[in-house]
């Protein structure tokens, strides 16, 4: 599927569920890689990413069998991962190249880490820094992008402030935490998702959080879980914003994932004037989920800024194409880590929302999109930069455009959701 055409729908309805969550699934494997015993993981994420992480400790020496979204993981025990004779490839996958590089600075042997071109051209110093600080030895190119060889060992203890919000960087740490003698804490000014906080609780490692600080006790022995991962909420945010644009939409999206530092996007939308409504709330292993219904109605448009960014940084595509279709425009500040993502997504956003004929001015930190004053969008090819958070946001703005667009490679929707298109069609009324 190199080139995907989207022709404009009149609806979306019915019942659909997303896959397992990208980040949870990411922090679940890891974490039964490293317990004691066998983990039982169900709603696995079919994401192209947690097959990377699964490869990844699969090489150290993880034994895995996963069928259809189940896996199962044979847990070595903190101290029995191998040494894998080849480079580990994260592929396309930041979460798997960060939270690892924290799991290698603890062992006693040598890894290298790298990635596809895009994961090779993102930031990593900001690991690299704590990382080093704890006795990790760590060589990149470039002084800060992968492949990353790294050197583990005995590590010691820090206490870190993160000087940009980030849950990869906070999760590496607090892995590597689990290595070092005595308390690692981590200081969040900003907060940022905290899956592998619950996480690291739920298989028995000793952690507090006071206020923005996060105090992880290493040396703990963890032990094997059966788990479930919620739905993945910035997978459902692209029906819910087709549902929002489509005229006489009606939706139900089951199992999404409803942890409190990734519901941001949902507050967004309400704000804006979407009709939500949240059924069935529970809690699963620390996490909470729920069912989310939707229906289309008109919205005001808004800015987004401040402490909300870290909180819905992976919806933000979604949300800016749903600019021109808004009242009064979207408008996003203080979102500069959307440069160095799996794309420049302020870059892609802006010159692909203009190809379908919107009004957007992009801005170091972010951009602002014109709303329905400007006309409705008009269908045009898209390139999404390989980006698979670009390709679907632009291809739910394509169903209410005027005529057809294309997507150019299209396939990059399995970094994250390899079945989008497939279901999309199954939902749409044309
Ligand atoms: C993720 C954290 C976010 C997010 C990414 C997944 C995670 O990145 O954009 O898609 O699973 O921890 P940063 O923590 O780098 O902001």
Redesign the pocket.
Known sequence: MARKTIAPARAITGAVEVPGD??IS??YAILAALAEGRSEIRHFSTAEDCRRTLDCLRRLGVHIASEKDTVRIAGTGLAGLRRSRRALDAGNS??TM??LAGVLSGQPFGSTITGDDSLRHRPMGRVIEPLARMGAQIRARDGGFAPLEIRGGRLRPIEYTLP????????AILLAGLYAEGATSVIEPVR??D??ELAVGEFGAHLERFDQTIRIHGGARLEARQLVVPGDI?SAVFFLAAALLLPESNLLIHNVGLNPTRTAVLDALATMGAPLSLVSVHGSSGELLGDIAVRHAPLDGGVISGAAV?LL??ELPMLAALGPYTEHGIEIRDAQ?LRV?ESDRIAALAENLRRMGAQVEERPDGLRVTGRAAGRLQGAEIDAHGDHRIAMALAVAALAAEGESVIRNAECVVVSFPDFFTTLDRLLER
């Open positions: 990208k980040s990411h922090r930041g979460t960060r939270l940009v919000p980030s849950a990869q960087v906070k999760s940022t998702r899956h592998t910035s870290p940084i992976d880590e993502k």
